[in-house]
């Protein structure tokens, strides 16, 4: 379905993966046009992500066109829905708000060296929804749009945690009727909210475990379907 939000996440799929802004003015085929500000290498690997779709579009630089990139679709995948991700129990995320006193140094000393504000962390439901730009997740709002965040999660089928830091996109109360009764543990709050991040930093490596995670998502479900 050719969507009619233009405005998409551009996630450069490489060692050193990057989210941008991106607008696409054109599509002809599997022949995609978006105008954006970055350079990116012919034959890179990309994603193109909007909240408004239903698929994801995977493609590769295949030129540079005036303002931006011209690429070619090689497959469109369904995005994961919340009951698709309760297939695999979701994904364990930490998280930490800082301060914006000392946010570069605090930022880099934590994808450098793993060194937090402190030792509190926010565990959320990990029964969230999630790409390769950011997660969206139920929690208490304790963050608001805006705030940066550090990050930590594992992906399941993995037990390596990776790193990043994110801003706070959205906080949106949910609805009483399609809050959660019961606790995702034991002794865990109840929460009231949504909260929607994107993430700032963040390695190729990590990118592609979420990609592959989705994946694995979708077969499962169609082999449950």
Known sequence: MQPEENDVDLVVISEDAQIYHATIVKRDGNTVYVKCSVVVPVGTPVCLQSDSWDQWLFARVEDTWTHGLELKVRRMTHSERRDYT??????????????AGGEELTL?????????????????????????SGL???????CKAGDTLLLEFKVPGSEDWHR???EVIRVME????????????????????WIAIQFNEI???????????TERIQETAVHFA
């Open 174 to 193: 949910i609805p009483e009727d399609d809050r959660d009764n019961v606790p995702f543990e034991s002794g865990a709050v109840l929460p009231t909210h």
């Open 136 to 142: 969206r997740f139920h929690h208490l709002p304790l």
């Open 86 to 99: 309760r297939v695999y129990g979701g994904i364990t995320l930490l998280y930490q708000v800082i301060d």
């Open 108 to 132: 880099r000393r934590w994808i450098d060296r793993g060194e937090s504000v402190n030792d509190t962390w926010q565990t959320p439901d990990p029964f969230m929804d999630f790409s390769g």
């Open 164 to 166: 990043a830091t994110g």
């Open 203 to 213: 390695s190729g490596s990590t990118v592609r475990s979420l990609v592959a995670f």
